[in-house]
């Protein structure tokens, strides 16, 4: 069965690649390679392009005929998207252009990440699929009103989807094969270890009133690969059942920055300076998730997402890849 990977060249999008040719599906990944690398297409053929061209989109959907699209392909930077709101609601016309397509080709399952940021400041925690949404910043709501616009084709031309609410993605495949590379990195925990390997001399953080125990930002850490299993799981279930459905994907267990940065510390065996920064206002203080409908309906669950097992890997990959990042 062939799937159409949207923006597969990139962090979860590589790991998603990986599990669907396990799995014994033919992945074919469409890039415009802007964020994603060359190098992270392992797992299938690459078809070239941007979302956001139409006519290429609509050429690859002929090309592949794939069975379903995994949607991938969106920036991602909360706080650029702060900044300049314009280029993220992009994000919203380059997914019309991929269900356009769709409905034109026939394709009629799509699997499309979106994330617990829809759910803004909790009303209480752990939150599920039920919690009220109030997306705090654009990125948010592009997301939230993606998740709309699924809806609304579902309705009017009987296409089936699962949008797939990630917490924090984090780690790396344990065999190092793909992992994390952003250019420029934000991500908390690739962070903190760029500056145990003495890579960077000190760690800026974000925020220390935030309404928590210890006063800064708690997520929900999942390791990338079991969010990469949860696409599997979100396919074969569309292949069985007519509804489409919305699910958390998280562990129901929350770390603070400081929490995190401390335990890449007690790993690294090396101190992480950190200075601590102005919060940003559209930051929501506390996100974790109830992820029991994802296992009553999908069969997923965490496998990988100890918190052990997210910063070794993610730290024998970083290693790796600064070894390796100059010749890429």
């Not at 999942?222 to 799981?233: E, G, N, P, Q, R």
């Not at 929490?259 to 206002?281: K, M, N, R, Y």
């Not at 970083?318 to 070894?323: I, L």
């Amino acid at each position: 069965m062939k799937i159409l990977v949207v923006g597969g060249a990139g962090y979860v999008g590589s790991h998603v690649a990986l599990v669907l040719q396990e799995a014994g599906f033919e992945a074919v990944v469409f890039d415009n390679l802007s964020t994603g690398h060359l190098w992270a297409v392992q797992f299938g053929s690459l078809i070239q392009g941007d979302i956001e061209d139409i006519e290429a989109l609509r050429q690859a959907m002929v090309e592949v005929e794939p069975q379903a699209v995994i949607h991938l392909a969106s920036l991602i930077n909360v706080r650029d998207s702060i900044r300049n709101p314009q280029v993220f609601y992009e994000n919203i016309s380059a997914t019309l252009n991929l269900l356009k397509v769709m409905v034109e080709t026939g394709v009629k399952q799509i699997v499309f990440s979106s994330s617990a940021a829809v759910y803004g400041e909790p009303q209480y925690l752990p939150i599920d699929e039920r919690h009220p949404k109030a997306p705090m910043n654009p990125y948010a709501k592009t997301k939230f009103a993606i998740e709309g616009m699924l809806e609304d084709f579902a309705n009017a031309y009987g296409i089936r989807y699962v949008a797939l609410r990630y917490f924090n993605a984090c780690g790396a495949d344990p065999q190092l094969r793909v992992g994390e590379a952003h250019t420029p990195e934000t991500h908390l925990i690739p962070l903190a270890i760029r500056v145990a390997m003495g890579q960077q001399p000190i760690l800026q953080v974000y925020g220390n009133h935030y309404d928590t125990p210890d006063g800064m930002a708690v997520r929900d850490y999942v390791h990338v690969l079991d969010l990469a299993y949860a696409h599997v799981k979100a396919l074969k279930y569309l292949c069985a059942q007519s509804q489409s459905i919305q699910v958390n994907l998280g562990t129901g267990r929350g770390y603070s920055v400081q929490e995190i940065v401390q335990a890449v510390s007690h790993f690294a065996c090396s101190p992480i300076p950190t200075t601590v920064l102005p919060q940003f206002s559209m930051d929501s203080p506390a996100l974790v998730a109830d992820a029991s409908l994802a296992k009553n309906i999908l069969d997923w669950s965490p496998q990988y997402s100890s918190l052990e097992t997210i910063i070794a890997t993610a730290w024998n990959w970083h290693q790796k890849y600064s070894t390796i990042s100059t010749a890429l």
